[in-house]
């Protein structure tokens, strides 16, 4: 990619410095004009020793006045440079005064243009200079040689300074755009931190209180179904139930405001993740919310990121499974398995079959998260109503080589 060069234009004071320059270069002129005799061979055409006369001066203080816009238009400023200077040396005025209105053109024509028309540049103005310094006089070849060599000079320093401007722009740029990727990054991982938090504590309020509903619903039944025998113990077992969920809850709760209060959403202040260890547990809670679970786990030892995911989908599987399985003797299978370089998850139901991310009338994020889950880890996730009755959920989350080797030999085993 090309270094941008700035505009010379956007340079503060910049016109205000290009008129301090030209009345710098007319003041130097002014100063060789009165001081120096140029070498004239045509005394006729010098007033008092030497000096320009009245044409000469405007000749020479005029060259200075396109200095001004040198910035702007630097090929019309040489152009009105050497419309003022050419006519002077034709006309053998002193040759050293207009030199300084000559360079400064020039060098600003190979500082802002590119080297191949600064060439084509320099060419043409040497040719013009020769062409007249020869038809003034044929015996200035040491003056030639001089001017000739002070042009090349001064084109060769404005290539060169066009040259270190790219190379400090290029290194500007590069700074500038790995600023811009540093503060990109850094909002992409803030965006898929609260991603994260926000898909964790979906899936632990959506689960808590689903379970909570549920016990609920049954402690009011059994409440309500005859208040004369009263059947005080499943009422106690309810309360326990509803009050255990709450206790896991609230630490589940506890441990993710510690993560972003310690670790600021860190990877190296998440503690430890859940993972298939935990999906007994899942299945305990489901089974009080009065589905019968069938928990199978053929995979050991899976890394924590796959384990973790593996554990969020089956919790919000089960959690949809409950609330919208519409069935009183609901019954969910849940098998994890290792083969074929990756942990497979199925969760099935056989309950309405009803899309739960729609069950209510309203858009839900639970087949949205599960799909993210199953993405963070480079995997797949389909979801939708099985094949005769009730929802099935599969996921495919990739293992390591090695792990995906030892889980395949668990399975064989």
């Not at 030209?22 to 004009?33: K, Q, R, S, V």
């Not at 509803?242 to 896991?248: M, N």
Request: proline share 5%; net charge negative; aromatic share 4%.
């Amino acid at each position: 990619m090309a270094a941008i060069i700035r505009d010379p234009r956007s340079a503060p004071h910049a016109m205000r410095n290009d008129v301090l320059l030209a009345l710098t270069g007319a003041l130097i002129a002014t100063a060789l004009a009165l001081l120096t005799d140029g070498g004239s061979s045509r005394p006729d055409t010098l007033d008092q020793g030497g000096r320009p006369n009245a044409l000469g001066w405007a000749l020479l203080l005029g060259a200075y006045v396109p200095i001004v816009w040198r910035r702007r238009r630097p090929t019309l400023v040489l152009v009105g440079v050497l419309a003022c200077v050419v006519p002077y040396h034709a006309l053998d005025y002193n040759h050293t005064a207009p030199t300084p209105a000559s360079y400064i053109a020039l060098y600003t024509v190979a500082v802002t243009g590119r080297p191949l028309r600064t060439i084509v540049t320099g060419v043409v103005v040497l040719g013009i200079t020769l062409s007249v310094m020869l038809a003034v006089s044929m015996h200035q070849a040491v003056e030639l040689v001089r001017i000739s060599g002070w042009v090349v000079a001064v084109l060769f320093c404005g290539i060169d300074v066009r040259f270190y401007r790219q190379y400090v722009s290029a290194i500007v740029e590069r700074a500038e755009r790995a600023e811009r990727t540093r503060e990109e990054e850094a909002r992409r991982r803030v965006a898929e931190e609260r991603l994260r938090v926000a898909r964790d504590l979906h899936d632990l309020l959506a689960h808590t209180i689903t379970l909570v509903g549920v016990q609920t619903a049954v402690a009011a039944h059994v409440l309500a179904a005859d208040p004369d025998r009263l059947d005080r113990t499943a009422v106690a077992k309810a309360l326990d139930d509803i009050a255990e969920t709450c206790r896991t809850a609230r630490g589940e709760l506890r441990t993710t405001l510690e993560v972003l209060r310690e670790g600021q959403g860190g990877a190296e202040g998440r503690g430890p993740l859940p993972g298939i260890a935990g999906l007994p547990d899942l299945a305990e809670t489901a089974r009080a919310a009065g589905a019968e679970v069938e928990l199978e786990v053929r995979a050991h030892e899976v890394p924590p990121a796959v384990g973790a995911a593996a554990y969020r989908i089956v919790q919000e599987a089960l959690t949809n499974a409950v609330r919208h399985g519409g069935r009183e003797d609901l019954t969910v299978r849940v098998l994890l398995y290792g083969g074929e370089g990756a942990l497979r998850v199925e969760v099935t139901d056989d309950g309405v079959g009803e899309d739960a991310s729609c069950a209510d009338g309203i858009t839900g994020f639970g087949l949205v998260g599960m799909r993210e889950r199953a993405r963070s880890v480079g995997g797949t996730l389909d979801a939708g109503p099985g094949e005769d009755r009730g929802f099935t959920v599969s996921a495919v989350l990739p293992l390591p080589v090695n792990r995906a080797r030892e889980s395949e030999r668990e399975v064989a085993g």
